[in-house]
Every structure is written in structure tokens, then in C-alpha cells.
């Protein structure tokens, strides 16, 4: 994943705090949400050769993938919450964002394909 390269639109209310909140349960269960961006220096530093490195992305912009984004990402995350009422604050905010025009996310990634000499 390229965290910082990974995003939900329009970034208002709980889904706002998807993306972050998911950086950091990465980074917390001992990932590095950062890695992709350093998967040619990784490899090198490994000893591979003949390292190619690509990025991609994963997006959710049809009303479809909007809505599995908002239902499974949101249910993930709503998991995070201490209270009820923050729970269903959240569960409103995905209602609202799913249908707005301009809902669409997207997530980073590399990809790297390298042989060990």
C-alpha cells in the first residue's frame, strides 16, 4: 500500500477518518503502510536483481463500488468505535456519503516482481 496515496471523497464527517484510521491499524499491527513506495530499495537491499516495480490502484467509483467501499471499509472501521453513539454517527455519515455525487475512493499499491541470482 501507498498510504499516502490512498483516499475517500468527499472527505467529510466519520469518512473522513477512514483512510487515517486504516493507516494506523496498519502501522499498529506491525505493517508499514508507507512500503510500497520503497519496494525497489527493499528488493535491492535483499539481493534480488532484475527488480520491476509497478503501482496501481484500486478504485471505487461506480455507485456499486461506492456502495461495497461505504459497507465493507465502513463496517471494518466502524469496529474502531468506543461508544454507540459514535457507531451510529458513523453509520450516517457512510448513508450520506455513499449517495453523494462525487463519492469515490481509491487505494494505492505497488506491486514488484524481482529474481534472487
Excluded: Y
Excluded at 63 to 84: N, P, Y
Aim: net charge negative; hydrophobic share 40%; charged share 30%.
Amino acid at each position: 500500500m501507498i498510504g499516502d496515496l490512498t483516499f475517500a471523497e468527499p472527505n467529510t464527517g466519520r469518512m473522513g477518518e477512514i483512510i487515517p484510521s486504516m493507516l494506523k491499524l496498519i502501522a499498529e499491527s506491525g505493517g508499514h503502510p508507507l512500503l510500497g513506495k520503497e519496494h525497489r530499495a527493499k528488493f535491492s537491499d535483499a539481493g534480488f536483481i532484475e527488480i520491476e516495480s509497478k503501482a496501481s490502484f484500486e478504485s471505487f467509483g461506480s455507485t456499486e463500488e461506492v456502495e461495497l467501499f461505504a459497507c465493507v471499509f465502513g463496517e471494518d472501521f466502524s469496529q474502531r468505535f468506543a461508544t454507540t453513539e459514535e457507531l451510529d454517527e458513523f453509520r450516517r455519515d457512510a448513508a450520506d456519503w455513499k449517495v453523494q455525487p462525487g463519492a469515490f475512493a481509491g487505494f494505492a499499491m505497488a506491486e514488484t516482481i524481482a529474481r534472487k541470482p
